[in-house]
């Protein structure tokens, strides 16, 4: 089955600075990711997403970088404010229609004033 | 545009009673549906999948007698937790996803579960 990890359970950061958030997946045959945002005692938020057929996908203040080649993707934050504070899941899709993400443990992004 | 909610926000209730959420889609007839649940500094776990004006699909591990979801119509699901137990104390949420587009899940605001 399909299994996501995080590298960092944690992540602190200064405002301004840039965020890299990692994931890892173990299915080479997902085909779609995505990223979401869970601020506190709130459901997930969904950011920003990226199917296989591309290594990066940009959004407004986001980045999304895909390797298939060892199974990486990571989400980058520019210019990370005070509310990107949150935790962060990847989530990596099988193929065959179902659609049904398997979500990783989650980093917790700080971001200090 | 997209929007799920939940009722309850949170609900305490006392061990051996049932207890039901609703998850409805807003703005949107949501085909399928989803459960979650999610313990403090953890992922989400799947529950089940509901179609609406169908059975329920329950991933492994999960009683189905226990957590009764009901699809009935295109905007709510529900789901009762029944004879609940304070090990069922979690945060449950759910998503919908809009015809056509199952690949995109829309979040409810999830619903905190305290029995005592």
């Known amino acids: 089955g399909e299994s996501v990890g995080l590298h960092l359970p944690t992540l602190s950061v200064q405002e301004g600075d840039n965020s890299i958030i990692n994931c890892a997946y173990s299915n080479s045959a997902s085909d779609y990711f995505i990223w979401y945002k869970q601020e506190s005692g709130k459901g997930p938020q969904f950011i920003i997403d990226i199917r296989s057929n591309m290594d990066k996908r940009q959004g407004q203040r986001v980045t999304v970088l895909l390797n298939k080649t060892v199974k990486h993707l990571s989400l980058q934050i520019a210019a990370t404010q005070p509310g990107d504070s949150a935790v962060y899941f990847c989530?990596?899709?099988?193929?065959?229609?179902?659609?049904?993400?398997?979500f990783g443990r989650g980093t917790s992004l700080i971001v200090h004033p | 545009g997209a929007v799920v909610s939940q009722h309850p926000s949170w609900v305490i209730c006392k061990s051996g009673t049932s207890v039901k959420i609703e998850c409805r889609s807003l703005?949107?007839?949501?085909?399928?549906m989803f459960w979650y649940r999610q313990f403090p500094k953890q992922s989400l776990m799947l529950m089940a999948t509901s179609n609406e004006g169908s059975k329920a699909t329950y991933e492994q591990g999960v009683e189905k007698d226990k957590f009764l979801i009901n699809h009935a119509s295109l905007t709510l699901s529900t789901l009762t937790v029944t004879s609940a137990h304070p090990e069922d104390s979690s945060f449950y949420i759910c998503?919908?996803?809009?015809?056509?587009?199952?690949?995109?899940?829309?979040f409810g605001p999830g619903t905190r579960l305290t029995v005592t």
């Open positions: 703005d949107f007839q949501a085909t399928t």
């Open positions: 989530a990596a899709t099988p193929p065959g229609g179902s659609y049904i993400p398997t």
């Open positions: 998503s919908a996803s809009t015809p056509g587009r199952v690949y995109e899940q829309y």
